[in-house]
């Protein structure tokens, strides 16, 4: 039978979207499902202000009556504004290891950008770098993170098939905690602070995180800002981020490096325990229990730490700033029993985040890639 293509126009049609990614993963022990509420949200125009300035469109694949594959088309104007580019992405795709299901529904989104006038499409890449991004092209033998994609190695065979090609990689890395902070970075922590008046700022509540969480997000602006695609976060996107992931944070787990002078965020780092195989028991759901797996998760003592944002004020870059995270954190995940992090996605131009590994045992075990076609 023929594969039919049908834009998706109402909350039934994407609850089905959504709900693809679990089905077609259902008893893969590397994958960690999102939740469907959440991700519903990040694809209602209603709901999510990142629809202000992209535009966008979701397929279902259908073969003999059933989904088979599904795909997200996204433009976000500011990031083409920016880079100077007339790029349409990809994002938010799933699909069997059927060419003809594959074919439809790249071919629909690759319409649809042209009609938009784009010129290349790329991807999987989101709305936002809040979003996923990057399919996996190695470490299918590794357990995802809540904040990357996992997927079958038949997917980038098919990228290859279509004459996609790579246009950016990300590394990430298992980084090991050491049983103390290095001396060298103790050592500098101290200069630095004194050399630029700045201060370390931990929080024990939402309270006395929220006076800092606007200017959080314009510090994270600042610093992403020469990354891969990366348009700021408007205002409201901005709220909508505060809103979703502030009741998340595990406060001993957040650091904050503030300019004494002015109460500048000159840098942070944000982590949390390993949500993974709490994420898998949920399955998509909060309700009935999926609750309890998670906020048993948050308040563990973790093995596996996830490091999730983590900036530095562009004019505050290499000046030793990031080791006063390091010499608050680690201490904390040593506490904790922490055995190692996960980097999460790391452009691997990116040789300043890289380099700050250096001093730390770790082993490259995923790498992910941003394809792109001209259109």
């Given at each position: 039978?023929?594969?039919?293509?049908?834009?998706?126009?109402?909350?039934?049609?994407?609850?089905?979207?959504?709900?693809?990614?679990?089905?077609?993963?259902?008893?893969?022990?590397?994958?960690?499902?999102?939740?469907?509420?959440?991700?519903?949200?990040?694809?209602?125009?209603?709901?999510?202000?990142?629809?202000?300035?992209?535009d966008s469109v979701c397929y279902l694949a259908y073969k003999d009556g059933k989904v088979v594959?599904?795909?997200?088309?996204?433009?976000?104007?500011?990031?083409?504004?920016?880079?100077?580019?007339?790029?349409?992405?990809?994002?938010?795709?799933?699909?069997?290891?059927?060419?003809?299901?594959?074919?439809?529904?790249?071919?629909?989104?690759?319409?649809w950008a042209r009609a938009k006038g784009m010129k290349e499409l790329v991807g999987p890449m989101?709305?936002?770098?809040?979003?996923?991004?990057?399919?996996?092209?190695?470490?299918?033998?590794?357990?995802?993170?809540?904040?990357?994609?996992?997927?079958?190695?038949?997917?980038?065979?098919?990228?290859?098939?279509?004459?996609?090609?790579?246009?950016?990689?990300?590394?990430?890395?298992?980084?090991?905690?050491?049983?103390?902070?290095?001396?060298?970075?103790?050592?500098?922590?101290?200069?630095?602070?004194?050399?630029?008046?700045?201060?370390?700022?931990?929080?024990?509540?939402?309270?006395?995180?929220?006076?800092?969480?606007?200017?959080?997000?314009?510090?994270?602006?600042?610093?992403?800002?020469?990354?891969?695609?990366?348009?700021?976060?408007?205002?409201?996107?901005?709220?909508?981020?505060?809103?979703?992931?502030?009741?998340?944070?595990?406060?001993?787990?957040?650091?904050?490096?503030?300019?004494?002078?002015?109460?500048?965020?000159?840098?942070?780092?944000?982590?949390?325990?390993?949500?993974?195989?709490?994420?898998?028991?949920?399955?998509?759901?909060?309700?009935?229990?999926?609750?309890?797996?998670?906020?048993?998760?948050?308040?563990s003592k973790p093995k596996i730490v996830d490091l999730y944002l983590t900036g530095v004020l562009?004019?505050?870059?290499?000046?030793?700033?990031?080791?006063?995270?390091?010499?608050?954190?680690?201490?904390?995940?040593?506490?904790?029993?922490?055995?190692?992090?996960?980097?999460?996605?790391?452009?691997?131009?990116?040789?300043?985040?890289?380099?700050?590994?250096?001093?730390?045992?770790?082993?490259?075990?995923?790498?992910?890639?941003?394809?792109?076609?001209?259109?």
């Amino acid at each position: 039978m023929r594969v039919e293509i049908k834009e998706v126009t109402s909350k039934k049609e994407l609850r089905k979207f959504v709900k693809f990614n679990i089905d077609l993963y259902a008893g893969n022990s590397y994958h960690v499902p999102g939740l469907i509420d959440e991700e519903m949200m990040t694809l209602d125009p209603k709901k999510n202000p990142a629809f202000e300035v992209c535009d966008s469109v979701c397929y279902l694949a259908y073969k003999d009556g059933k989904v088979v594959g599904r795909i997200a088309g996204i433009v976000n104007r500011p990031s083409n504004e920016i880079w100077q580019q007339k790029r349409a992405r990809f994002g938010f795709v799933d699909f069997i290891d059927d060419d003809e299901v594959v074919d439809a529904l790249f071919g629909a989104v690759e319409q649809w950008a042209r009609a938009k006038g784009m010129k290349e499409l790329v991807g999987p890449m989101g709305f936002t770098d809040m979003d996923h991004e990057g399919m996996l092209i190695e470490g299918f033998d590794q357990l995802g993170t809540m904040a990357t994609i996992y997927n079958y190695p038949y997917y980038p065979k098919q990228m290859d098939r279509m004459g996609y090609v790579k246009d950016k990689d990300w590394h990430e890395f298992k980084i090991y905690i050491p049983e103390g902070v290095p001396e060298k970075h103790l050592r500098i922590g101290e200069i630095v602070k004194k050399k630029y008046g700045l201060k370390v700022m931990k929080f024990k509540s939402a309270k006395e995180i929220m006076p800092y969480a606007h200017p959080l997000f314009h510090t994270l602006n600042a610093a992403y800002a020469p990354l891969y695609g990366f348009a700021p976060l408007t205002e409201k996107q901005i709220d909508y981020y505060i809103n979703m992931y502030i009741p998340m944070l595990r406060f001993d787990m957040v650091t904050l490096i503030v300019r004494e002078a002015d109460n500048q965020v000159v840098g942070f780092g944000i982590s949390l325990p390993s949500l993974s195989k709490a994420m898998q028991k949920a399955n998509g759901r909060l309700l009935p229990f999926g609750w309890f797996h998670l906020l048993k998760a948050l308040k563990s003592k973790p093995k596996i730490v996830d490091l999730y944002l983590t900036g530095v004020l562009p004019e505050y870059q290499s000046k030793g700033v990031n080791a006063l995270l390091f010499n608050d954190l680690i201490p904390v995940y040593r506490s904790l029993g922490a055995v190692y992090a996960e980097s999460n996605p790391e452009l691997e131009t990116n040789n300043a985040v890289q380099a700050q590994w250096d001093y730390f045992k770790r082993e490259h075990h995923k790498t992910r890639r941003a394809f792109i076609k001209t259109l």
